[in-house]
Nanobody, 125 residues
């Protein structure tokens, strides 16, 4: 059974950092581009970042450029999102997703056919 499981969310103060992980089971990630999306209450799901299947292509939303870094370890079947200098507006449920098109990556949610359940990130003092 194909599954994506996110972890690493939590409560953090403004200016703090978190590292999200997305572990795959039931399939190998090395043929898929991967994306991180977030959805805040009352808002549409937003593409935060993406990475191509071998990591050669990445993209970021303007709101997170310079603060977030996406990476992947295909040997561990895991994708990561390092989040620094967190702001209250980063508060959302963060989902990872897999795209059968391996390159280039895209932050359009319509490209992604496999989704994790999400992990909550709350930035608050």
């Amino acid at each position: 059974q194909l599954q994506l499981v996110e972890s690493g969310g939590g409560l953090v103060q403004p200016g703090g950092s978190l590292r999200l992980s997305c572990a795959a089971s039931g399939f190998t990630l090395d043929a898929y581009a991967m994306g991180w999306f977030r959805q805040a209450p009352g808002k549409e799901r937003e593409g935060v970042s993406c990475i191509s299947s071998r990591g050669g292509s990445t993209d970021y939303a303007d709101s997170v450029k310079g603060r977030f870094t996406i990476s992947r370890d295909n040997a561990k079947n895991t994708v990561y999102l390092e989040m620094n200098s967190l702001k209250p507006e980063d508060t959302a449920v963060y989902h990872c997703a897999a795209d059968r098109i391996s390159w280039p990556c895209s932050r359009s949610r319509t490209r992604y056919g496999y989704w994790g359940q999400g992990t909550q990130v709350t930035v608050s003092s």
